[in-house]
């Protein structure tokens, strides 16, 4: 079983950075790709970067793409999210997530096959 905690959140002015981070415990044989994804109130939950596990291809949402910057260091089983330039569009509940296949689709948007789930890290920009 595959235990993911994210820690990082904050509450940031608007141009401001935070670095977000979850840390992955247990194994499954058919992790492939880890993500994050976001929520804010009233919105769907919406992918916003990812990373395969083995070929370490990366996958950004048009609209953070040149701001974040997802990163993984398998030495400590952690995923990495750096966020620069954020907006207060940026707040949102974060969530990372671990799964079998990730991948752009036909939008522009992060999307895939994710099985496990974080508990989520707030993030809140303000003006």
């Known amino acids: 079983q595959v235990q993911l905690v994210e820690s990082g959140g904050d509450s940031v002015q608007a141009g401001g950075s935070l670095k977000l981070s979850c840390a992955s415990s247990?194994?499954?044989?058919?992790?492939?790709?880890m993500g994050w994804f976001r929520q804010a109130p009233g919105k769907e939950r919406e992918g916003v970067a990812a990373?395969?596990?083995?070929?370490?291809?990366?996958y950004y949402t048009d609209s953070v793409k040149g701001r974040f910057t997802i990163s993984l260091d398998n030495d400590k089983n952690t995923l990495y999210l750096q966020m620069n330039s954020l907006k207060p569009e940026d707040t949102a509940m974060y969530y990372c997530?671990?799964?079998?296949?990730?991948?752009?689709?036909?939008?522009?948007?992060?999307?895939?096959?994710?099985?496990?789930w974080g508990q989520g890290t707030q993030v809140t920009v303000s003006t």
């Open positions: 997530a671990e799964g079998t296949s990730c991948y752009l689709n036909y939008d522009g948007k992060v999307a895939g096959a994710f099985d496990y």
């Open positions: 247990g194994y499954t044989y058919r992790r492939n790709c």
């Open positions: 990373i395969g596990l083995g070929t370490y291809n990366t």
